[in-house]
């Protein structure tokens, strides 16, 4: 059922109407209870649903509730979800800026009749609805709002092509989801539902990063404090964890703090994505192991199933996304989930992101950098046949499509092309691509009860590392300095002096090949779906073609693997709700 989904579910009346039984059903707000009146809610965690019995709820976690509670003037044992309501009523549409952590939050205004909706800046689970002049219906997932009532299920045409963008397009979608009449709340943002319509207050800016003063050393130190905090909270909140472990800096050090942060009675295991057995392919199994046999926790190498196939999500993946593109990789992220949940984890920890904080390159901001930059101002520009517009996007559009955006989007995409432009600096700023992913991405996986954490997209640790000077990423002649500082004495000195790098999937361009036939023999049942209105079905079916045959040189294999991903999604989502829905 979509109703499975980890979030908030609520529905209320905006004009003192009963509540429809109908969005009850579809929200899976139906009880054997007395009718709920003009407002009722849910919040499901961890698959276990239970009812909101007054008018405002919290779900997430508050990063430091006893600190807000002081400064609010309140006494530390003080509801979080009152912490939030005393927060907002000080800090108004600053508040998600102001309240660090993970959290989604509703209030319901009975005498407005008015709907408070709120998301922290770093998003934990989506918060999606849809309203009218009668009524408010609330789910973490536009599958489920795409069946209440008056809802066109449909994707809207603008929409949907942001959504298949690169990063310039991806970083303007905002609140918008693939739907026309269901909205997303943004992370970092407030909303306010009437009869009158909807306000959305506007984002606070990030505060300016503070210079540090300090020395190498004494950054190293205070790095350590913050990255301890963060994982023996996140440890707390997950006593059995599993850690995706490559031996590589970053999983090094994700796997060594959680490691040292565990409670008593805690478990950790860590998870390596592995070659398959006789395939001859290299993997980092034993640098994994030699880092785990250190900690002391024990190590599981992970093959995904031989039979996944790269061009489509499993059925699991599928309903849990809302959106045409995911991770290229994804096969290998369903088999560390089902791994991390037969070990008994409630969440798998991620060293995503450390390269552009503290195990960052220093040419991030030399002339690689700027030659990024250039080659995306080309790549991203309008020109009269097209073509460059065309490649503002991870798939290859039909010419119908491509009329939309051109018509529709020309004037966004090119003003986020700008805003995009690189920039420099003496100390390293903020990640904005590692800002965007804490706005978008949710900790949700398919699988409930477990959560993907990415300890480096903190904001606590990225408001430290912003003032840091550039020169300390190659402090004493060393590359990544500062995440090889961290690693000393916690990993083999082979580890933490590392400068090789193998393939998170090593066995992903065979998959690509391999699966191409099948993809390619599934194109038939997409035209019939009404795909091809948005995907250029033709040119799929000639790459897929070149891709089975080996030749990665005529087509990008990833621009169509996005492309055949895509054309599933659409054609799934065509084909109305699932069993599982």
Same mark, same amino acid.
């Given at each position: 059922?979509?109703?499975?989904?980890?979030?908030?579910?609520?529905?209320?009346?905006? #004009?003192?109407?009963?509540?429809?039984?109908?969005?009850?059903?579809?929200?899976?707000?139906?009880?054997?209870?007395?009718?709920?009146?003009?407002?009722?809610?849910?919040?499901?965690?961890?698959?276990?649903?239970?009812?909101?019995?007054?008018?405002?709820?919290?779900?997430?976690?508050?990063?430091?509730?006893?600190?807000?509670?002081?400064?609010?003037?309140?006494?530390?044992?003080?509801?979080?979800?009152?912490?939030?309501?005393?927060?907002?009523?000080?800090?108004?549409? #600053?508040?998600?800026?102001?309240?660090?952590? $993970?959290?989604?939050?509703?209030?319901?205004?009975?005498?407005?009749?008015?709907?408070?909706?709120?998301?922290?800046?770093?998003?934990?689970?989506?918060?999606?609805?849809?309203?009218?002049?009668? *009524?408010?219906?609330?789910?973490?997932?536009?599958?489920?709002?795409?069946?209440?009532?008056?809802?066109?299920?449909?994707?809207?045409?603008?929409?949907?092509?942001?959504?298949?963008?690169?990063?310039?397009?991806?970083?303007?979608?905002?609140?918008?989801?693939?739907?026309?009449?269901?909205?997303?709340?943004?992370?970092?943002?407030?909303?306010?539902?009437?009869?009158?319509? &909807?306000?959305?207050?506007?984002?606070?800016?990030?505060?300016?990063?503070?210079?540090?003063?300090?020395?190498?050393?004494?950054?190293?130190?205070?790095?350590?404090?913050?990255?301890?905090?963060?994982?023996?909270?996140?440890?707390?909140?997950?006593?059995?964890?599993?850690?995706?472990?490559?031996?590589?800096?970053?999983?090094?050090? &994700?796997?060594?703090?959680?490691?040292?942060?565990?409670?008593?009675?805690?478990?950790?295991?860590?998870?390596?994505?592995?070659?398959?057995?006789?395939?001859?392919?290299?993997?980092?199994?034993?640098?994994?192991?030699?880092?785990?046999?250190?900690?002391?926790?024990?190590?599981?190498?992970?093959?995904? $199933?031989?039979?996944?196939?790269?061009?489509?999500?499993?059925?699991?993946?599928?309903?849990?996304?809302?959106?045409?593109?995911?991770?290229? *990789?994804?096969?290998?992220?369903?088999?560390?989930?089902?791994?991390?949940?037969?070990?008994?984890?409630?969440?798998?920890?991620?060293?995503?992101?450390?390269?552009?904080?503290?195990?960052?390159?220093?040419?991030?901001?030399?002339?690689?950098?700027?030659?990024?930059?250039?080659?995306?101002?080309?790549?991203?520009?309008?020109?009269?046949?097209?073509?460059?517009?065309?490649?503002?996007?991870? &798939?290859?559009?039909?010419?119908?499509?491509?009329?939309?955006?051109?018509?529709?989007?020309?004037?966004?995409?090119?003003?986020?092309?700008?805003?995009?432009?690189?920039?420099?600096?003496?100390?390293?700023?903020?990640?904005?691509?590692?800002?965007?992913?804490?706005?978008? &991405?949710?900790?949700?996986?398919?699988?409930?009860?477990?959560?993907?954490?990415?300890?480096? *997209?903190? *904001?606590?640790?990225?408001?430290?590392?912003?003032?840091?000077?550039?020169?300390?990423?190659?402090?004493?002649?060393?590359?990544?300095?500062?995440?090889?500082?961290?690693?000393?004495?916690?990993?083999?000195?082979?580890?933490?002096?590392?400068?090789?790098?193998?393939?998170?999937?090593?066995?992903?361009?065979?998959?690509?090949?391999?699966?191409?036939?099948?993809?390619?023999?599934?194109?038939?049942?997409?035209?019939?779906?009404?795909?091809?209105?948005?995907?250029?079905?033709?040119?799929?079916?000639?790459?897929?073609?070149?891709?089975?045959?080996?030749?990665?040189?005529?087509?990008?294999?990833?621009?169509?693997?996005?492309?055949?991903?895509?054309?599933?999604?659409?054609?799934?989502?065509?084909?109305?709700?699932?069993?599982?829905?």
């Amino acid at each position: 059922m979509t109703t499975d989904f980890d979030g908030i579910h609520a529905l209320a009346s905006l #004009d003192g109407a009963p509540l429809r039984a109908s969005d009850l059903a579809v929200l899976g707000l139906v009880t054997r209870d007395t009718p709920p009146g003009d407002f009722t809610a849910m919040l499901r965690d961890a698959g276990h649903a239970s009812p909101v019995t007054g008018c405002q709820a919290l779900l997430g976690h508050i990063d430091e509730p006893a600190a807000l509670a002081a400064t609010l003037g309140l006494a530390p044992t003080t509801p979080p979800a009152d912490l939030i309501l005393a927060a907002l009523a000080r800090y108004g549409d #600053d508040t998600p800026m102001r309240v660090g952590g $993970e959290w989604s939050f509703l209030h319901w205004d009975a005498p407005a009749r008015a709907m408070t909706l709120m998301v922290a800046d770093t998003a934990r689970d989506a918060l999606c609805f849809t309203a009218d002049t009668r *009524r408010v219906a609330v789910a973490p997932h536009v599958r489920t709002l795409r069946a209440i009532d008056g809802v066109d299920a449909m994707p809207d045409p603008a929409r949907l092509l942001l959504h298949l963008g690169r990063g310039p397009a991806r970083a303007i979608i905002g609140d918008r989801t693939i739907l026309r009449d269901v909205q997303r709340v943004a992370a970092g943002t407030r909303v306010r539902i009437t009869r009158d319509g &909807v306000r959305v207050g506007k984002r606070a800016e990030l505060p300016e990063p503070t210079p540090w003063r300090g020395s190498f050393a004494e950054a190293i130190e205070a790095i350590e404090a913050v990255l301890h905090t963060i994982l023996r909270q996140q440890m707390a909140r997950h006593p059995a964890a599993a850690t995706m472990l490559s031996g590589g800096l970053d999983s090094s050090l &994700v796997a060594a703090f959680a490691a040292a942060t565990r409670g008593e009675g805690g478990s950790l295991v860590a998870l390596t994505s592995a070659a398959p057995a006789g395939s001859g392919l290299r993997d980092e199994t034993a640098q994994a192991r030699a880092v785990a046999a250190q900690l002391g926790i024990p190590a599981v190498a992970v093959v995904p $199933e031989p039979d996944a196939d790269a061009y489509r999500l499993s059925r699991a993946m599928l309903d849990s996304v809302d959106h045409p593109l995911a991770s290229q *990789r994804h096969y290998v992220y369903d088999a560390l989930y089902r791994a991390a949940a037969d070990r008994g984890a409630s969440a798998i920890l991620d060293g995503s992101d450390g390269e552009l904080t503290v195990t960052g390159y220093r040419d991030i901001d030399g002339w690689r950098g700027w030659a990024r930059w250039l080659r995306d101002r080309a790549r991203h520009a309008r020109t009269p046949d097209g073509d460059l517009l065309r490649d503002a996007f991870h &798939v290859r559009l039909s010419v119908p499509a491509l009329a939309i955006a051109d018509t529709a989007l020309a004037d966004e995409l090119a003003a986020a092309h700008h805003a995009a432009q690189w920039r420099r600096g003496r100390v390293l700023g903020y990640p904005m691509s590692v800002i965007a992913k804490n706005r978008s &991405v949710t900790t949700a996986t398919p699988l409930p009860g477990l959560r993907h954490l990415a300890p480096f *997209r903190d *904001r606590r640790l990225l408001t430290l590392c912003a003032g840091l000077p550039v020169r300390f990423l190659t402090h004493g002649g060393l590359t990544r300095a500062p995440g090889r500082a961290l690693l000393a004495g916690k990993v083999p000195e082979s580890i933490r002096l590392r400068r090789d790098l193998l393939p998170f999937s090593p066995d992903y361009p065979d998959r690509l090949v391999r699966d191409a036939p099948r993809a390619r023999a599934r194109i038939a049942g997409y035209a019939a779906a009404g795909v091809g209105d948005w995907i250029d079905l033709a040119w799929l079916d000639t790459a897929l073609a070149a891709v089975a045959r080996g030749d990665d040189r005529t087509f990008d294999p990833t621009q169509v693997q996005a492309t055949a991903m895509a054309a599933a999604f659409l054609a799934d989502w065509m084909a109305g709700p699932s069993p599982r829905e």
